[in-house]
């Protein structure tokens, strides 16, 4: 389902050995692995819960990401920089903001340097795909 969305992510990252040989062209990109963007999420967990209800911490609760509107979560009092930002959290919009924090939202309070792998990347964009959707038990 999130295919698609990884897909364009990580296209740079694709190499025969990593796919065990499958006959993809060299265009089929690589996709994204939940399990290995749970670990890249650990640069995250200071300052972030996932989970339905979870905590704010230094930084809001993601949980429900995708369709969220940028700076909008009630009870977090986020910098005006992202609140001007306002756009809707997604496929095309997460990965240049969780890649550049500070380049692509001038004046974020989000102290984090960023993920520059895009092969990290597409895991961590598998992973908060699920654990954001995830509802509580
Ligand atoms: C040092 C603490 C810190 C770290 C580490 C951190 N963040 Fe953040 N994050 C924040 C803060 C603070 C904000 C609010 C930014 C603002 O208001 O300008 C934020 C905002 C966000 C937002 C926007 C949320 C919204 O509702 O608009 C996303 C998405 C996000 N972070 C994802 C991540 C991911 C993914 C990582 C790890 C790759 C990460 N952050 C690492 C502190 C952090």
New binding site residues.
Partial sequence: MFLKSVKVLAAAALTAGFLGGAALADDEAYVGDASKGEK??N??K???TVEEGGANK???N?HG?WG?T????EGFK??Q??TDYAVV?GDDT?PP??KDPRGT?TG?????AG?KSDKQMAD?MAY?KEATAASAE
Avoid: D, E, N, Q
């Fill in positions: 890249v999420f640069k995250c200071t300052c972030h230094i930084g809001p993601l990401l969220r940028a700076g909008t979560l986020f910098s920089a992202m959290w997460l903001f969780m939202v974020t309070k989000m102290t984090f993920i961590l908060l």
